[in-house]
């Protein structure tokens, strides 16, 4: 029986960002500060708010001194006690992350607030960070909302980011995916990568706007052009489907190794699938096998049924089926069904594991009750020779009639074959039993309860 290789699309969301990461969005011109700190610092003995901030950024971040980060805070204290916005938010920070003093994030909230008082944006962002985790303040998505809502009215594009999350989700406010796409697309137009990925998985799912599969790219492209993964893999699945663009599987395989070498695992296990089946690379085996191995490790459930398969047969790697038993369970128990199909043909032939039919009906029954037409031709043969199960061939007609329209089953022939040795009336018992099992959630009560007829 024919096995193919799976490429799956899933389709991530990036969720919000946090201030740990994001506070630095507030830029500052390290050479410029290292050059003026001898003008900077006697102003800051003198009692300059802004001087003092100045001189804790550069004892913070080591600008023309050396990195201090209890000078920074000693001096960022000083500005705040003169009501200095910037100095209040950098204070929260410092007291958030514990630098330069112990870690006291009820004490970072207060100096936020301080700020964010103040419309500093920065600080309305990290305020609705803590409300949003729940540090230093009780956890409340409304808050932290309304904080975000405050920094994305001033242009600050992760705020922008984090509001279009919260209505994409529903969280803090009801969902609303034209407000989502109103707010990633703020964010995006400013250069946000993860607000650029996520308006494009906007337009290819036309949540919210109306579907457009070439602004889902340019958007993509956008974002991948800035190593997002997501956006690499997504991008790949467009060239490899040809979804509104030509198909292209010289792109399709760049944009996979892209998001494969970051990590990504669904992008592993398709860059994997182009090198067994040679679709824009030349076809090679043990590349297939070395980036079904990374995805499989990483817990991809095709990855792991397509090792599974270059295992059972030596493609690209040493035949083993002790291996590809191992990969084929691990694959089924968490319900892929190819992998189900496979390890119930390796009970069915003694491959790897005492030949046992019982366990090769378990097997193939779970897969061919997920639609596998191959599981149902399997399942079919063995009511058919009474293998495991007993012998019923209105049974088997009815699988191999469900799995008839595969084209890579051999159902259609199986059904061929098996009607000219049945009577109409078991023709007809058979075709019953398939309306029985192709209702929603039918597939084993139908032929159990046929069986007990």
Partial sequence: M??????????????????????????????????????????????????????GIAYENGFGVEKDYAQAFSWFRKASEQDYAEAEFKLGVMLSKGLGIQQDELQAVVWYRKSAEQNFAAAQFNLGVMYEKGRGVPKNNNRALSWWRKAAEQNYATAQFNVGV???????????????????????????????????????????????FVQAMYWYRKAAEQDIADAQYNLGVMYSEGQ??????????????????????????????????????????????????????????????????????GSGVTKNYDRAISWYRKAAEQGQPMAQSYLGMMYEDGRGVQQDYAQAVSWYRKSAEQGHAVAQVSLGVMYAEGKGVPKNIVVAYALFSLAASDATSNGAKAKADFSRKMTIHQVNAGQQLLQEITKPNNFNNAIEAYLKR
């Fill in 166 to 212: 919260m209505y994409k989700n529903g969280r803090g406010v009801p969902q609303d995916n034209n407000q989502a796409v109103s707010w990633f697309h703020k964010a995006a137009e400013q250069g946000m990568p993860q607000a650029q990925y996520n308006l494009g998985l906007m337009y290819a799912k036309g949540w919210g706007i109306s579907q457009d």
């Fill in 2 to 55: 024919k096995k193919t290789i799976l490429i799956s699309a899933l389709i991530g969301f990036i969720a919000t960002a946090n201030a740990e990461n994001n506070e630095g969005l507030v830029a500052y011109d390290a050479e410029k500060i290292a050059q003026a700190i001898e003008v900077f610092a006697p102003l800051a003995e003198q009692g300059d708010a802004a001087a003092q901030t100045i001189l």
């Fill in 244 to 313: 509104d663009v030509p198909k292209d599987y010289i792109q399709a395989v760049y944009w996979y190794r892209k998001a494969a070498e970051q990590g990504k695992a669904e992008a592993q296990t398709n860059l994997g699938a182009m090198y067994y089946s040679g679709q824009g690379v030349a076809k090679d085996d043990s590349h297939a096998a070395h980036w079904f191995h990374k995805a499989a490790e990483l817990g991809d459930i095709s990855a792991q049924a397509n090792l599974g398969t270059m295992y059972e047969f």
